[in-house]
């Protein structure tokens, strides 16, 4: 594969595509050594980690720009390798188009993990906004295809249900989205009205939670997302998922995805996760829907 790359503080990064169920994606990869494309493929050293992000935008826009701050936080403190994935975005590519992106990225992550240097058995998803739908999608996924399970999973301010039954206020909450903006990403993403009640498509919609990974679930004070985050939370819980959920009071949607104290507490939650994951099963393979 072609990569172009280039070196900052603490990290390397890469910019190349990967294959996915309806075209190329387009991916950067984060590595958390200074020391260039000879280290990154060195099989010398212990395994590292791999956290996949998914950038926000309300499924309609945004891109691996969006989550470079992110993604080079979590990718330098945790030490782990981070792969953002520019997934496909409505109206032009809509539901399932996104999602089957995601897994197919995780898929090329585990298959290629020999070069990347990673270990399959500790590999997390994060994202925020609309990515944090695709994070908690992908959990389940991956669990009915009968892959290998997730480390963990990071939700940050995320999109959770197109019914939007629980927003808030966004004049009250002094929030910097708003339900008209919510619903004009929906529209375009689920272009069917059904698919606003599948699991993939609506996390708190889903009836089958057991199983997925231990989570870390960030809710922003001025946010008319931090209900339906909080009701998911509390969903995961009950169904025995280790969870964690965190509201920053004061902080705003746009704003909480690059707040530092947000990206400390994820550096912990994941570390802490990464330390107990033993090793598990490699089958995680590309199946078409």
Sequence with gaps: MEVSQESVVQSTISNFTVPGPIGRIPV?????????????????????????????????SGGLDDADLQA????????????????ALAPAKPFPAAPEDAYAACCWAVKNAADLHIDPSRIAVAGDDAGGNLAASLTMITRDRCAAPFAAQVLISPMLDPSMTL??????LNSDITAEKCAAGYRQY???????????????????????????????????????????????????????VARFAG???????????????????LRRRFSVAGPGPTNLAFQPS
């Design 72 to 87: 080079q936080y979590i990718s330098q403190h945790s030490h782990a390798v981070v792969l953002s994935v520019d997934y």
């Design 190 to 244: 689920l272009p069917q009205t059904m698919q606003r009640l599948h699991p993939y498509a609506a996390p708190l919609e889903a009836s089958r939670l057991a199983g997925l990974p231990p989570a870390y679930i960030a809710t922003a004070g001025c946010d008319v997302l931090h209900t339906e985050a909080e009701k998911y939370a509390s969903s995961l819980i009950r169904a025995g998922v280790h969870t964690q």
């Design 251 to 269: 902080i705003t949607h746009g704003a909480l995805r690059t707040h530092i104290p947000l990206l400390k507490e994820i550096v912990e939650f």
């Design 167 to 172: 927003l808030g206020d966004a004049k009250r």
């Design 28 to 60: 950067r990869l984060y590595h958390p050594l200074a020391t260039g494309e000879k280290k990154l493929k060195s099989k010398s050293g212990p395994l590292l980690p791999l956290v996949l992000y998914f950038h926000g935008g309300g499924f309609v």
